[in-house]
């Protein structure tokens, strides 16, 4: 009886556990109030600039940090903070053969080194010039001294720490100069020419083809961690998928390979490159160059999507081409659709073009005439895309984008005599007011220096805006987008134009425009006790 007794009271106790617990069970809970998603202030952001490509002379890097008004109490709360730029030199150059007649079929390579195709041998301690491989060797004069910057909402341009050996530079931003941060490689002049880039692990370029115009092809992965990463890099061109690069590539902690890639691509017409890493991460930059007048940076792609937009077609556009990648096993079939000053225009008509399987492939956009313009793209199957605008040297690259949120920003923009800075902005679901901000050199954008303009976008339509030079002096200056509340999504890019006529004149630069975020948005967490029940 005892031995009853007890077992009872045995089953009780665990009875009334059980209720316990299911009385507390996180489903429970939830039923009785969702849990919402919070935002945070940015405060910490890490970029990475690539060295200056080939023949172009030393680097700047122009920058500035854009805490809205919104966020000016919690902006004013946080530490000030600082932007640090660190050198970040090339690893020792490795002999490797050169890549044997490209193929379309996909074969395995010997592993790729850290050096271009016909680099040198291992151990050079000469300094690399401007226009030779930047992996040539090891930097023999002691690493640049670290440029700090402490003052948030003001343009600044600094010459890149390593310059003079023509490193990369990699930039961490803290508090208050973390919030709104944007960072591009820039000209002598100011212009910024390509964004320097987030740390990642999985990347697509688009551009043209060797055969096409791009003799030189180089491909910069920087690693400013602390760890070893090993990135995988396939091209994919009109011919398919090209062997030569199918092997991990290793970049070193706080060191940069560059990758010299023509020579895997002969004959292309144009070409896309997805670099992931399987360990790691890196920053990625693409240069191409047409062996004499000039190159450009490709700007980073969105990552393969149905439905692209591709913002920053100039007047230049009727001589424009359009990449499309196929990165799957099915063809695309792709109905494009144009954006222009005039409104909304089929440039290949309303049947949809066909872009074969694994491969990229160029159009001609010669119907959309002379007009500012964007391009929808809505496909089958994932693709992503770019287009080369012609213009100074091989022309300008604008790709695939995210429209702007919060705020678009451009750091660098050049004040020279001769030159036209402007925006070419559309608006293809619903219209958009947007606020345009000049912030010059050296002040103090909060305090509402420059000049404000505003700019409305109808839907369904792109409009260019010149963008007035600060009055007095011939220094760089940012420009700071923001779209007004009720505004549909906004796509952006900032053009640079050289001689009369305004935006009209030939293009000199073109470089969409990234968001520089101040608050970003967490994901919704709720206690829960999933982890403890059985």
């Known amino acids: 009886m005892r031995r009853l007794g007890l077992l009872g009271v045995v089953l009780l106790v665990l009875i009334v556990v059980y209720v316990a617990a299911w009385r507390t069970e996180p489903g429970a809970s939830r039923a009785a109030a969702q849990p919402t998603a919070t935002s945070g202030a940015v405060t910490s952001i890490t970029r990475s600039c690539p060295p200056p490509g080939p023949d172009t002379g030393t680097a700047d890097i122009a920058m500035i940090a854009m805490p809205r008004q919104a966020q000016a109490a919690r902006a004013a709360a946080a530490p000030t903070g600082s932007v640090t730029l660190s050198a970040v030199p090339a690893m020792p150059a490795v002999t490797k053969p050169r890549p044997a007649a490209t193929s379309t079929a996909k074969a395995s390579a010997s592993p790729a080194a850290s050096a271009s195709p016909t680099a040198s041998a291992v151990g050079s301690t000469a300094a690399p010039t401007p226009g030779t491989s930047h992996t040539a060797g090891t930097h023999a004069a002691p690493s640049a001294q670290p440029v700090t910057v402490s003052a948030p909402a003001t343009q600044a341009t600094v010459l890149a720490p390593d310059a003079a050996l023509y490193g990369g530079t990699a930039i961490a931003a803290t508090g208050q100069m973390a919030m709104g941060f944007e960072a591009e490689q820039a000209t002598a002049s100011g212009m910024g020419t390509v964004s320097c880039a987030h740390p990642a692990s999985d990347m697509w370029f688009v551009g043209t083809g060797a055969a096409a115009g791009a003799t030189d092809i180089r491909l910069y992965l920087m690693n400013t961690g602390d760890l070893a990463a090993t990135v995988d890099v396939s091209i994919l061109t009109d011919a398919g998928l090209q062997s030569g690069l199918n092997s991990g590539i290793t ?284």
Request: hydrophobic fraction near 45%.
């Open 251 to 534: 970049v070193s902690p706080h060191q940069f390979v560059m990758e010299k890639i023509t020579p895997y691509v002969s004959g292309s017409a144009a070409l896309a490159l997805h670099v992931q890493t399987s360990s790691g991460q890196v920053a990625a930059s693409v240069w191409e160059d047409n062996g004499g007048s000039g190159g450009a940076w490709l700007p980073q792609a969105a990552a393969p999507s149905t439905q692209l937009v591709i913002p920053g077609l100039t007047v230049a556009s009727s001589a424009a081409r359009l990449f499309v990648t196929v990165p799957g096993s099915s063809n695309a079939q792709v109905t494009v659709v144009a954006f222009t000053a005039k409104g909304v225009f089929e440039p290949f008509g309303s049947s949809p073009v066909q872009a074969p399987a694994g491969a990229t492939v160029a159009f001609p956009l010669t119907s959309l005439g002379a007009s500012a313009a964007a391009l929808e793209l809505t496909s089958s199957v994932p693709i992503t895309a770019g287009v080369l605008v012609p213009g100074q040297g091989i022309g300008s690259f604008t790709t695939a984008v995210a429209p702007v949120t919060e705020q678009g920003v451009v750091a660098g923009n050049p004040a020279t005599r001769g030159l036209t800075v402007g925006l070419i902005l559309t608006a293809p679901a619903r219209a958009v007011r947007a606020t345009i901000a000049v912030i010059p050199s050296g002040t103090d954008g909060a305090a509402g220096a420059g000049t404000q303009q505003l700019a409305t976008v109808q839907a369904g339509y792109t409009v260019a805006v010149t963008v007035p030079r600060p009055p007095g002096g011939r220094q760089p200056f940012a420009i700071v987008i923001t779209p007004l509340a009720g505004s549909g999504p906004l796509y952006a890019a900032r053009v640079v134009t050289a001689g009369s006529g305004g935006l009209s004149a030939p293009l000199v630069s073109l470089l969409p425009v990234p968001s520089a975020l101040t608050v970003i948005t967490l994901p919704p967490a709720q206690d829960s006790y999933t982890a403890i029940l059985p």
